[in-house]
């Protein structure tokens, strides 16, 4: 069964602290994206990670892929207020199928 | 304006009832997608159509069809609506290259009474 799992689903943190998702998926995968979801609006693209051992950094938010280890990690850096939202992680084992994570929920206290 | 875009962007209906939505782009992608978004779960595929004369059944299509009416258009039919197809339904577009991300729409929240 294909499987993407994201870790924690749900985080609440202080601003200025740092934190890592964790999204680990069963089956082989050379393409993996995040995507960022704010409260009842649509899915923005962050990051597209395509081979393994690539990272990509975008202000506070560096994402990371292990393709043998079936692992990507999306870690914050003094995080603030803005970076609240919910974040998925999807893999495209098929030909630009995706399948998603079930998203993990930040929440960033002032 | 919006390179994705979907109608009705609410829509509430009775059990049996057909509905429509509709999605239409402006980003020249030849892939188009339709997801359905419930909470802790995630989006779960339901139809995907990577040119006008290919379309795919996705992950859970049971109870939906689609129609790619052009390349800019991909609509999601639900033939007779039954309660637990309550969600919030996305379109998505794709190039369909390595470096292919998927863009979305705003989304359709339907609620089937």
């Known amino acids: 069964e294909l499987k993407v799992e994201q870790n924690p689903l749900f985080l609440s943190m202080q601003e200025g602290k740092n934190y890592t998702i964790y999204c680990n998926y069963s089956?082989?995968?050379?393409?993996l994206y995040w995507y960022r979801q704010d409260p009842g609006k649509s899915l923005e693209s962050l990051f597209v990670l395509l081979s393994n051992g690539a990272v990509k950094q975008e202000g506070r938010l560096m994402a990371s892929l292990d393709t043998k280890a079936r692992l990507s990690t999306l870690h914050i850096t003094a995080a603030v207020h803005d970076l609240s939202a919910t974040y998925f992680c999807a893999v495209d084992p098929f030909s630009y199928q995706l399948i998603w994570g079930a998203g993990t929920k930040l929440i960033i206290k002032p | 304006d919006a390179d994705v875009t979907q109608t009705p962007r609410n829509r509430i209906t009775k059990t049996g009832k057909r509905i429509m939505l509709e999605c239409s782009q402006t980003k020249g992608h030849d892939r188009m997608y339709w997801y359905r978004q419930d909470p802790g779960l995630g989006l779960r595929l339901i139809y995907y159509?990577?040119?006008?004369?290919?379309?795919n059944k996705g992950e859970i299509s049971d109870g939906y069809s689609v129609s790619r009416q052009a390349q800019a258009k991909f609509s999601l039919s639900l033939e007779s609506a039954i309660p637990n197809q309550t969600a919030l339904y996305f379109c998505?577009?794709?190039?369909?290259?390595?470096?292919?991300?998927?863009?979305f729409g705003p989304g359709t929240r339907l609620t089937v009474l």
């Open positions: 998505a577009t794709g190039q369909g290259t390595s470096t292919d991300t998927q863009y």
């Open positions: 089956t082989t995968s050379d393409r």
């Open positions: 159509s990577f040119d006008v004369k290919d379309i």
